[in-house]
């Protein structure tokens, strides 16, 4: 049987350090990482982190996905043979 995890509620002004704490960039992720992991933290910041991690994911996942679009249709588009015209602009 699993062991009991701290089953505590979280107050709002934790779910408010955690939100701040998630909005500064690499310490926010990092930070994520841990809560995901530990065991000493509640169960549903827990899940809550996993959450999150499997939102990052799916957003790198999209935007590396839309980004090679649009740069493949940037490509497709454009004539870059002819250098000519790039010299005249300067």
Do not use: C, Q
């Amino acid at each position: 049987m699993e062991p009991h995890r701290n089953e505590k509620p979280i107050a709002v002004g934790e779910w408010m350090l955690n939100i701040f704490v998630m909005s500064i960039p690499v310490i926010g992720f990092i930070m994520l990482i841990v809560w995901a992991v530990s065991e000493e933290i509640p169960m549903s910041k827990s899940n809550w982190a996993k959450a999150m991690l499997v939102w990052y994911a799916i957003g790198i996942i999209l935007t590396i996905v839309f980004g090679a679009s649009i740069l493949a249709f940037i490509v497709a588009s454009g004539d870059f043979n002819d250098v000519s015209r790039l010299n005249s602009l300067y």
